[in-house]
């Protein structure tokens, strides 16, 4: 297969993956740009020794996976093989990202709130709150994408509805998000103020909130795409989707590059305490010890209440010959 773009009339093959002639130096571009921010990723991730960091790891090689497909997809332009897994991954590289943000902002919280939770919810919690709802939009944004490729033009339609659904409530989260995240900076503009806290978190919250407003601008660009259903005329101009989608993508990812959270995020806080795995015969023991604990209380539980019963009986009061107490 010889790396060359093909341009062709989209309405002279129903299988043409795209409305414009698609630019393969930007494709080869965008591809490799990520498939280096991704690789530096991992040797910091290994470095710094933070496991949680897989998750923006897996939004950069989702990106370049996504963008590697593109390449392929724009010199064999009516290959479904290369356009269907492409828009896939490149539609759903971004909840990686959201998923990176929810977990770094807890830790941030058990990091460096003395009480380890923000608005009454615990640092581990915020976690599993947020993480499950953004595979909810995952799964909702899944499934309308698989469907907009689709040959059937009300399957697509369909598809574009779903994902709309999906991406609509992925940014109703990332709304919510922000929320916390500013009464964080509150909390920690408060204590650093009262000298209780180094101001070492600034930057890493500074990247935060320019993560979440291009995560929201790429939303933006995506529900104004999908509004007009299968004849948008933003699907007519490539620019777009690079401007508005790979772009922000590749700006985020690569920002965390410069301010890693592991140059941060440093001490025996600034990770969840893991929980200890018993084999099974340590469960067994435990079991065994349990019983026999239940059991010596019961034991002793009838002898003190044994007892207790002596002691609040009335002492015997001698009798005159009356029959009355002495």
């Known amino acids: 297969m ?36 991704t690789l530096v990723h991992v040797v910091q991730a290994i470095r ?13 090689a989702w990106e370049t996976a996504g963008l590697v497909l593109r390449v392929f997809n724009v010199v064999a332009t009516t290959s479904l093989a290369f356009g269907l897994p492409s828009q896939l991954l490149i539609l759903l590289a971004p909840l990686w990202v959201n998923a990176f943000l929810y977990m770094l902002m807890a830790r941030f919280v058990h990091f460096y709130m003395p009480e380890k939770k923000i608005a009454g919810v615990s640092a581990r919690r915020l976690s599993l709150i947020f993480v499950l ?25 369909l598809g574009i509805h779903i994902y709309m659904g999906g991406i609509g409530l992925q940014e109703i989260f990332v709304l919510g998000f922000t929320g916390l995240v500013i009464r964080f900076h509150v909390v920690m503009k408060r204590l650093t103020d009262s000298g209780r806290a180094a101001a070492f978190w600034k930057w890493p919250l500074y990247l935060t909130y320019m993560s979440l407003s291009l995560i929201t601008i790429r939303i933006i660009y995506r529900l104004v795409e999908f509004s007009s259903g299968l004849d948008s005329p933003i699907t007519e101009h490539e620019a777009f989707f690079y401007v508005l989608d790979a772009l ?79």
């Open 133 to 157: 709802l953004d595979i909810t939009a995952f799964l909702m944004q899944a499934t309308g994408g698989s469907m907009i490729s689709g040959s059937d033009p009300s399957s697509a339609l």
């Open 48 to 60: 710094h020794r933070k496991a949680f960091c897989w998750v923006l790891i897996m939004a950069g």
């Open 248 to 326: 922000p993508m590749l700006s985020v990812i690569v920002a965390w590059n410069a301010v890693h959270p592991g140059r941060v995020l440093v001490g025996p806080d600034s990770e969840f305490p893991k929980k200890i795995k018993m084999s099974r015969a340590q469960k067994k023991a435990a079991r065994e010890a349990k019983k026999q604990a239940q059991s010596r209380d019961l034991e002793f539980g009838f002898g003190k209440q044994a007892e207790s019963a002596t002691q609040l009986m009335p002492a015997a009061q001698p009798l005159g010959w009356s029959g009355e107490s002495v």
């Open 2 to 37: 010889q790396l060359k773009e093909v341009c062709m009339d989209p309405n002279s093959n129903a299988n043409y993956s795209f409305m414009y002639c698609p630019s393969l130096p930007a494709a080869i571009l965008f591809s490799v740009l990520f498939g280096l921010t």
